[in-house]
Nanobody
Framework: QVQLVESGGGLVQAGGSLGLSCAASGSIFTINAMGWYRQAPGKQRELVAT???????NYVDSVKGRFTISRDNAKNTVYLQMNSLKPEDTGVYYC???????????????WGQGTQVTVSS
């Protein structure tokens, strides 16, 4: 199986920065897209940023210019650098990977456990 282990997260004041990382491990054949999602209290989970295996990125409008997603394919790791944080960025951030297990033909969606990001005003 595929496991996603996240690190980072915490409490930061508005205007500050925080970096998240997520490493995928297990019986991985290949990973297509990876991404970050977040869920604020009382709201639906939303896409924050995604990145393909070739490096193409996509961001939700509210974080453009402030957040940067990147990945290291050799390490099966995706990163999210968050700058100029705002209180509305507060939420649980989840790592996601579209991956294929070795010797199995099906791609599946895998999720990390989530990490809390709190931005105070």
């Amino acid at each position: 199986q595929v496991q996603l282990v996240e690190s980072g997260g915490g409490l930061v004041q508005a205007g500050g920065s925080l970096g998240l990382s997520c490493a995928a491990s297990g019986s991985i054949f290949t990973i297509n897209a990876m991404g970050w999602y977040r869920q604020a209290p009382g709201k639906q989970r939303e896409l924050v940023a995604t990145i393909t295996s070739s490096g193409s990125t996509n961001y939700v409008d509210s974080v453009k210019g402030r957040f940067t997603i990147s990945r290291d394919n050799a390490k099966n790791t995706v990163y999210l650098q968050m700058n100029s944080l705002k209180p509305e960025d507060t939420g649980v951030y989840y790592c996601n990977a579209d991956a294929k297990i070795r010797f199995w033909s099906t791609f599946r969606d895998y999720w990390g456990q989530g990490t809390q990001v709190t931005v105070s005003s």
